[in-house]
């Protein structure tokens, strides 16, 4: 499993998550994955971060259990 994000500056994350979540269902970060990937290839650093945070974000959704510290 991958580290969940630590800190979101703002709310773009959580609405592009939605979004995939919207259209792609169960698949969404698979989706966001191959956004990632794409934008590394075309040496886009600042939309291959961005895809994956929201990446990392779909798989915290996605856990039935708590991760990191509970307090």
Known sequence: MTTPPAYLAHTRP??????????????????????????????????????RQVERLLAVLDTEHATGTVH
Do not use: I
């Open 14 to 51: 959580h609405l592009d998550a939605a979004e995939l979540l919207t259209l792609f269902g169960t698949h969404a970060a698979g989706e966001a994955a191959a956004r990632a990937a794409r934008s590394r290839v075309l040496g886009n650093h600042l939309h291959f971060c961005r895809w």
